[in-house]
């Protein structure tokens, strides 16, 4: 061999090292989920191999091997470490001409070792065709997004030093008498040049692990902030979300117990008729109402900064079609309210959506916090918010309410009534109590009407327009109403069994819960299937409520159904909704129960009685029975007799009784009464 020993030692320690660490990269998968880490060991074990057949294996292997191949396996070595960069900095890939230098290299060496051989032109070829490869090298590190990493610095630098090198030997093999720099002879140019690469060659897969740990660092602390603004941000709307809402209330509520300042508010805004949106145009024209309506909402706060003058307003997306708006520095609570107004008046731009025009408005609720009067935190401000939204959905919706404490009181007793309502289920407090139905031509109870009452145990009787409505909201009205049912059945038979008894009926009032809920044709199958007289003496009022708008399709189907079991429907409350005639023309009705306040208007109203006489007979004309309810008053049945009304019903003939109380009226006579009026 014709290399001295130091550089000998080197060669051997350095091919070592080289092959050692390359395999233990592979087997073990070190960085294995690094993009290129397998590529840049593989680089790693052709270079260490390329530098020992140029360096080590010279003289002891021909020519062609340590003159062409070893040369050629260190630049292919360079180039899969310029692929690796590119992908590794994410650089536009330029490989093919790349692979043209490559071929450039072998063919022209090839052609210096065998047919001509010359080490000065093999060396001027190492110079043309490896040094473009560094400083492409060297290019990628220093313009990436990493370029300022110490890592990527050191890496850069190092294909510097090599580029450089092989620049420097193609330069004194030009200049300088070839055989005082050849590489097979002992001299410092060969020395030097050997061991510069071999430093080079082992730094190089260190480097890159530098690289690969420091990207790994990069990428954790990005995934942590987009994580960190996730965690704060709404993923569709990319408003605030609940979360940076609450942390941004709680800071003004913060600020605000250190000392008196200015108002601060929350908005609380619900969407009204979303869930219409939904169900009507699909969830993706829901998905883009929501963004839309986000957009509003901030440029709504973005115009309002001469209202609210401090620096922690925001709107959020707080859940569902819920939205809050936070408004600092208001130097009058009544600013709010201002506000409230400009969002009502954004929101009732129509909507373009699935290529419709669709109104939605919204109803607001304000919750205005005075620091100095009555500092609140963050959940009693959500909280009021909240409950003065809903007063506002019930005062007709499209408006704002401002909380005030009755509303909390009437809250707070809400809930308490619910509480006891469930209890009141379970304790079986919840009875029928039963008024007759008269007919008018015979004085005669020809039925009666089942009523729900609540006896409460402290608080005695609760009105039903207190608890029904609270039943309807929480869903407990199907089991009421279930209950109910079944009571007024097994009343029905027992009053079959008395005098008089075997030709009423009984009339059973049934919720638009009910009749969206699935199990009910089921319930009423199972009342049916159990009653031991006809199922034509059990009659169902549905309200004209509940089967107006787009329930009226399918609620006819239901009852259609329901007739077919032998029950008898009524459309109860004539009058009271949108009074529509089609109702009575699509639905399977047996009869019509005319709402109160025709009658009640009917005194002296020449207009109200001529309404009251194209109900009734416009119903005989269709064949319905006609029942006017609210009667209260003699001249009113004297009026309902001279309209030709069929049944009257109302305190003037009793008020809702217990069972036990109601057998007393079978077979009563009230035809004085009729004949009086």
Known sequence: MN??????????????????SGLLMVMRGYLGGVTGARRWAAATLLQSAGWFITGGLRGFVPEFIS????????????????????????????????????????????????????????????????GPITVRAV?????????????????????????????????????????????????????????????????????????????????????????????????????????????????LSARGSEGPGTYHAVLFIDLNNFKYVNDSLGHEAGDQLLIETGQRLTSVIRSSDTLARGTESIAGRFGGDEFVVILDGLARSDDASAVAQRILDAMAAPFMLAGQRVAVPCSIGISVNDPALRPLATDDLLREADTAMYR???????????????????????????????????????????????DLTTGSVVAFEALARWNHPSEGMIPPDEFIPVAEETGLIAEIGQRMMREAVRTLERMNRLPGGDSLRMNVNVSRKELVDPRFLTNVCEVVSHMSVAPQRLRLEITETAVSGNATAPVSELLQELKELGVEILLDDFGAGLSSLSLLRTLPLDGIKIDRSFLDRSTGDVQAITILNAIISLGHNLGKTITVEGVCDPTQ????????????????????????????????????TCVAA
């Open 139 to 251: 290019w990628i590190l220093m313009t990436g997004t990493d370029r300022r990493v110490m890592s990527h610095v050191f890496m850069a630098t190092m294909f510097a030093v090599c580029g450089a090198v092989i620049f420097f030997r193609g330069i004194v093999f030009l200049v300088a008498d070839p055989e005082s720099v050849s590489p097979t002879a002992a001299n410092p140019m060969s020395s030097v040049t050997l061991m510069v690469f071999y430093v080079v060659a082992v730094v190089l897969p260190f480097a890159f692990l530098l690289m690969c740990n420091d990207r790994y660092v990069s990428e954790r602390e990005k995934a942590e902030a987009a994580l960190s603004a996730a965690a704060c941000v709404d993923a569709l709307t990319q408003m605030p979300n609940r979360a940076m809402v609450t942390s941004r209330l709680g800071s």
């Open 392 to 438: 506002a959905k019930m005062a007709g919706r499209a408006n704002f309410v401002v909380f005030d404490e009755s509303m909390h009181v009437e809250a707070r007793r809400r809930l308490k009534l619910e509480n006891d309502l469930r209890v009141a289920l379970e304790a079986d407090q919840i009875h029928a109590h039963y008024q007759p139905i008269i």
């Open 637 to 672: 049945v004297a009026t309902i007799l001279a309209l030709e009304g069929d049944l009257a019903q109302g305190y003037l003939f009793g008020r809702p009784v217990p069972a036990s109380e109601a057998e007393t009226w079978i077979g009563a006579d009230f035809s004085s």
């Open 3 to 20: 290399l001295d020993p130091r550089t000998m030692v080197v060669v051997m320690i350095t091919s070592t090292l080289l092959i050692g």
């Open 67 to 130: 003159a062409v191949i070893g040369p050629f396996l260190i630049q292919a070595a360079l180039t899969l470490c310029v692929f690796v960069l590119e992908e590794f900095e994410r650089q536009p890939k330029r490989r093919g001409w790349h692979y043209l230098l490559l071929a450039v290299n072998l063919a022209v060496a090839t052609y210096f070792t065998v047919v001509e051989p010359s080490t000065t032109a093999r060396q001027l070829l190492l110079a043309a065709t490896a």
